[in-house]
């Protein structure tokens, strides 16, 4: 399984930006997958997490209300739609992919990681 994620951009704070990932194979659409995040001498953090179906969805603190997190099966596509955008958003944002029906929230329960996408949000 191969990812591809795309979509990021240098945005003011309070907007929007919305970022894809595009899995490579018809068994994507069968597991779970995230959004992580890393900013510059931090860990990588989660982001959002949905299940396989895309009926059961989990935020971070941070996040929530802002994010929203989709998935489109039949285009083995999952995204992550970003609202008032902050500065302590600005991070470079991975999908990952866990062989799980269920959504995970820690980094090493996920099993394949896309390239990552850079969100920078100006004050």
């Known amino acids: 399984v191969q990812l591809q994620a795309s979509g990021g951009g240098l945005v003011q704070a309070g907007g929007s930006l919305r970022l894809s990932c595009a899995a490579s194979?018809?068994?994507?659409?069968?597991?779970?997958m995230g959004w992580f995040r890393q900013a510059p001498g931090k860990e990588r953090e989660f982001v959002s997490a949905?299940?396989?179906?895309?009926?059961?969805?989990y935020y971070a603190d941070s996040v929530k209300g802002r994010f929203t997190i989709s998935r489109e099966n039949a285009k083995y596509t999952v995204y992550l739609q970003m609202n008032s955008l902050k500065p302590e958003d600005t991070a470079v944002y991975y999908c990952?992919?866990?062989?799980?029906?269920?959504?995970?929230?820690?980094?090493?329960?996920?099993?394949?990681w896309g390239q990552g996408t850079q969100v920078t949000v100006s004050s």
């Open positions: 949905i299940n396989w179906s895309g009926e059961n969805t």
């Open positions: 990952g992919l866990s062989r799980n029906y269920a959504y995970r929230l820690n980094t090493y329960e996920y099993d394949y």
């Open positions: 194979g018809r068994t994507a659409s069968s597991y779970a």
